[in-house]
């Protein structure tokens, strides 16, 4: 079970903690991104560019945290 939690982390350059923090920045921005994109499909003048914005900005900071 530790294995379960700690070897991608550490494949990463994470601890668990570390991990858990990130990852879930990435679930909430992709949520609020993903509201955003249905309001859009309502309203199409509103959140003109959020969807695309946190795509390229979660993108960017993925491949940067990868170089490390």
Same mark, same amino acid.
């Given at each position: ?9 550490? *494949? ?8 858990? $923090? #990130? @990852?879930?920045?990435? =679930?909430? *921005? ?8 249905? $309001? #859009? @499909?309502?309203?199409? =003048? ?23």
């Amino acid at each position: 079970m530790r294995r379960l939690l700690t070897d991608h982390p550490a *494949s990463v350059g994470e601890t668990y903690f570390q991990h858990m $923090v #990130h @990852a879930s920045g990435f =679930g909430l *921005s992709m949520i609020f991104a993903g509201v955003a994109c249905i $309001v #859009h @499909a309502l309203i199409p =003048g509103w959140f003109v560019s959020t969807g695309s914005n946190t795509i390229r900005r979660l993108h960017d900071r993925m491949v940067a945290n990868r170089r490390r």
